[in-house]
């Protein structure tokens, strides 16, 4: 199955969705399909799509033409304000829940003996906070669902998250410190990036939220079928383990 077959398909499963959605349950739960620049792919074939009008835009999320005609404008308008709720609540809760993140990653450095230290530095005119772990690792701890980190060398017009993973990375390695990336989406490209700087990351496919927004999880599961949603009070197994691995 190719990969405007994927996105069709996935598309009338989810009735309606915004774009994220579709990019995620693609992403994370399609075998048997090359993965890098995945992101970027599923974007530029659903524009491809829209313009031939098999896929239409509805209140900036997106709907086949088939869906469309087949449920009507009524039923259409009363799914998308349902599903639309859940969606602008799993996006609010997503703003604490990557300081939450960031907190419980924190935490267990710190309780393995791990010292950190906070610095304002300058970089290619930029000041910016670092922190460093025993004075030889630096974290930068991503909990977003919304984009897809990869070698930021290969983009001619990159986004303010991966001009700060570009900036990070060149900062640690001009002073012999291991740059690390941790993050739920990072692209198989990274890969080349991370090794010319030094660097490690830790691909984690799933996002935080703090354990208030437990039922939220799961209905964003219900809703669009993401279960990559773990709204925990510690750190996941997964990220545990690749941290006693690779930095511990």
């Known amino acids: ?11 009338k499963k989810q009735i309606m969705a915004p774009e994220k959605v579709i990019k995620l349950r693609i992403y994370l739960y399609t075998d048997k399909i090359n993965k890098e ?4 792919k599923i974007h530029y074939t659903i524009e491809s799509l829209t313009k031939e009008e098999s896929i239409i835009p509805y209140k900036k999320w997106i709907i086949t033409r088939d869906t469309l005609d087949g449920y009507g404008i009524k039923e259409v308008e009363k799914i998308y ?14 703003i604490q829940g990557g300081f939450y993140a960031k907190k419980l990653i924190e935490d267990y450095l710190k309780e393995e003996g791990m010292k950190q230290s906070k610095h304002m530095v300058e970089w290619n005119d930029k000041r910016f906070r670092i922190n460093t772990w025993d004075s030889e690792i630096a974290i930068k701890i991503k909990n ?35 740059p690390v990336l941790i ?3 990072i692209d198989n490209s990274f890969y080349k990036f991370a090794k010319e700087h030094n660097g490690l990351f830790c691909r984690t496919y799933i996002q935080i939220l703090e354990p208030s927004q437990k039922t939220l999880a799961c ?23 690749w941290i006693e691995t690779n930095i511990l």
């Open 183 to 185: 993050a739920p989406l």
């Open 144 to 178: 977003i669902f919304s984009d897809v980190f990869y070698n930021p060398d290969t983009i001619t017009k990159l986004n303010e998250n991966h001009v700060q993973v570009k900036r990070f990375f060149e900062y640690a390695k001009y002073n012999n410190i291991t």
């Open 81 to 94: 304000q349902q599903k639309h709720d859940v969606y602008e609540r799993w996006d609010n809760a997503t």
């Open 219 to 241: 209905e964003v599961n219900q809703t669009f079928n993401i279960a990559n949603i773990m709204a925990v009070n510690r750190i996941p197994n997964t990220i545990k383990s």
């Open 37 to 40: 620049y995945l992101w970027s």
């Open 1 to 11: 199955m190719n990969l405007e077959e994927n996105i069709l398909r996935e598309l």
